[in-house]
């Protein structure tokens, strides 16, 4: 506030900058960049769908996948030979190569084909989705540095392939297998979904998180520890730096899929 320059006493408001911007609106440049986001994402979509790899382990989740199409079975015959056998305790509960064949049904495609060339490119824009929601909490108003975050993850992804056993060669060479999925869409969703429930209390977090619970699961059976610890380390997290009883048994509930799931496993390694 200022004095009047004629004595008057009175005061008259600050004029606003006219180059100033509010703080949750978007500059210029940052649509540029989504632009080349955009077009980055649908450029990788084309060219996993005409260029997409063969992976060794193809031999087994692919044709579980067709197996399951012609012979109606689920995990009772052996994915290399086709002869019926006992069921697959390892693989029975990892359901994603029975999603395979069931989204091959609906197309009209055989099994190989919905994996290859639509559930990969799908995921893969799924996955790009995950990191813009995880850049939207991060950057929670400051709204032009979400897709300079997201084009540096694409190029950080770009560069991944230091070895075969990384989430970004996974996604580039086996995107329609659990691991991959687990990886690069389930526990980025997770972060994500944890964030809100830390910084804004919703009802509709904390479902979301127990169903993301139920769909890391019944990807990979690697999901039954590392979603545990996940949901465990938040849940200590919300007892003991913030005294939230209640955020600490709802977290602690969202864990209780993974777990019953390994109970169920160590079971069926026992008995069946």
Known sequence: ?????????????????????????????????????IASVLAQMVFFYFNNHMNGDDSYYIAQSVIT?????????????????????RHALSVLPIFVTWVGRVCGVHAATAAHAVLGPVFLAVCCGAYVLLGRALFKGKRSMVPL??????????????????????????????????????????????????????????????????????????????????YGIAALYCLITRRQWKKFLYVAVCAVPAFAYGLVYIWLLRTW
């Open 69 to 89: 199409d012609l012979m109606d079975t689920m995990y009772q015959r052996d994915a290399y030979t086709g002869t019926p056998m006992g069921l697959d305790v």
């Open 149 to 230: 975050f997201v084009l540096l993850v694409q190029i950080w992804y770009l560069w991944g392939n230091i070895s075969i056993y990384t989430p970004e060669t996974f996604l580039y060479t086996r995107t329609w297998q659990g691991k991959a999925v687990f990886a690069n869409i389930i526990l980025p969703v997770a972060f994500y979904l944890l964030y809100r429930l830390f910084t804004e209390w919703k009802n509709i977090y904390m479902v979301l998180l127990f169903l993301l619970s139920i769909a890391g699961i019944f990807t990979t059976t690697a999901s039954v520890y590392l979603l545990s610890m996940l």
């Open 1 to 37: 506030m200022q004095a009047d320059r004629q004595g008057t006493g009175r005061t008259q408001p600050d004029m606003p900058d006219a180059d100033a911007q509010p703080e949750d609106r978007m500059a210029w440049w940052a649509w540029i960049l989504w632009g080349i986001v």
